[in-house]
């Protein structure tokens, strides 16, 4: 795996630190892709990753990511794992900037990469025989919940733009492959969702037996990238035993029924 090139987004924390990781043990190249530097030079002197400094919801970055990427040799796969929740209000009285916030980083942001980037997967898969775009969505793109209105909005926008890519790129080795997770406890997701409200953020995973990791995504992602190249998983479910859905799951110790 060592000629395989993939560039992951998110990098700086959480899921997309996680897969950047997994990868550099798996021996691949990787190159990281954040808006914050401090945490992908620390990244970077941790993995012997490449790092670059991008925000996705700005054209010039991922414009500067694409010609960096381009000079620095072939890409094979790319993980859109960027992006994030604002708010758990009504559709009446949710925000509108969150769900332009969230628009913009789940669904133009992952937009914006392929669109950079697509080219030079190609070029990869000239060289190898196959390129990989990964989408990283969620169950509320999926199902609908109370309180969820601009995430679903934006995670069901980027399922279908997920579904839509894998039409348009039918007949070149290119897999599309959708990652979409439950419950994951990172330290920063549900954080950003309540606007630093740590109290709000531990309550959500308060005595919900073994919520899923950021190592469990991450083994996930790179499994699906590393199953022979005619092997496509178009889309992954993955929940904690706990959730049986975006809006239940089980509190306490999990037991057998008398």
């Known amino acids: 795996m060592s000629s395989r090139r993939v560039v992951v987004t998110g990098a700086s ?37 490449d790092v670059f400094a991008a925000d996705l919801t700005r054209q010039e970055d ?22 994030g929740a604002k708010g758990l209000d009504s559709v009446e009285a949710s925000s509108t900037d969150d769900w332009v916030w969230m628009f913009e980083i789940n669904v133009l942001g992952t937009k914006r990469v392929i669109s950079a980037l697509l080219p030079l997967l190609r070029e990869g898969a000239r060289e190898s025989g196959h390129a990989d775009i990964l989408n990283l969505t969620s169950i509320a793109g999926h199902t609908a919940y109370a309180g969820g209105g601009g995430y679903n909005a934006a995670k069901f926008a980027q399922h279908a733009l997920t579904e ?20 994951v406890a990172t330290e920063e997701f549900s954080l950003v969702r309540f606007g630093g409200d740590r109290a709000r953020r531990d309550a959500v995973y308060e005595d919900v037996p073994e919520p899923l990791t950021a190592e469990d995504i991450a083994e996930t992602i790179v499994h699906a990238l590393e199953l022979p190249r005619h092997v496509d998983l178009d889309l992954i479910v993955v929940k904690p035993v706990a959730q049986a859905a975006p809006h239940r799951f089980a509190k306490g110790r999990l037991a057998v029924k008398d």
Not at 41 to 49: I, M, N, P, Q, S
Not at 169 to 183: D, F, K, Q, T
């Open 13 to 49: 924390s959480g899921i997309g630190a996680a897969t950047v990781r997994l990868f550099r043990e798996r021996g691949w190249e990787v190159v990281g892709v954040a808006r914050r530097r401090d945490r992908l030079d620390d990244l970077a002197a941790e993995t012997g990753a």
């Open 164 to 183: 839509v890519l894998r039409l348009e790129l039918n007949g070149e080795p290119i897999r599309v492959v959708e990652v979409a997770p439950g419950m």
């Open 62 to 83: 991922v414009d500067a990511l694409r010609d960096h990427l381009a000079a620095t040799g072939p890409i094979h796969a790319l993980v859109n794992n960027a992006g």
